[in-house]
């Protein structure tokens, strides 16, 4: 029997937009929180995953659905 060792490779997601992976010191939610300077929409959004497809695992940023307004 071999064992062979696979290097996962991260990716993120979110709203059709793909992420660079900071690395492996980062938590998904830390890779989260480094985006969300840039898109504020990021600071309430879960994250969901991993799926892990041969060598890759995708994460994705999922935004919070909210209802707005007083009658809500």
């Given amino acids: ?4 060792i ?3 490779i991260r990716e993120f997601s979110y709203n059709g ?3 660079m992976d900071p ?6 939610e ?8 840039q ?4 600071t309430t959004a879960s994250v969901d995953g991993p799926e892990v497809a041969g060598e890759v695992a995708t994460y994705k ?7 707005k307004g007083s009658h809500a």
Avoid: C, N
């Avoid at 029997?1 to 062979?4: K, Y």
């Avoid at 830390?30 to 300077?37: I, K, S």
């Fill in 23 to 28: 690395g492996p010191a980062f938590s998904p």
């Fill in 1 to 4: 029997m071999t064992i062979s």
């Fill in 6 to 8: 696979a290097k996962i």
């Fill in 61 to 67: 940023f999922v935004r919070a659905a909210g209802a």
């Fill in 17 to 19: 937009m793909q992420f």
């Fill in 39 to 42: 898109y504020p929409e990021l």
């Fill in 30 to 37: 830390d890779v989260r929180d480094l985006y969300a300077a």
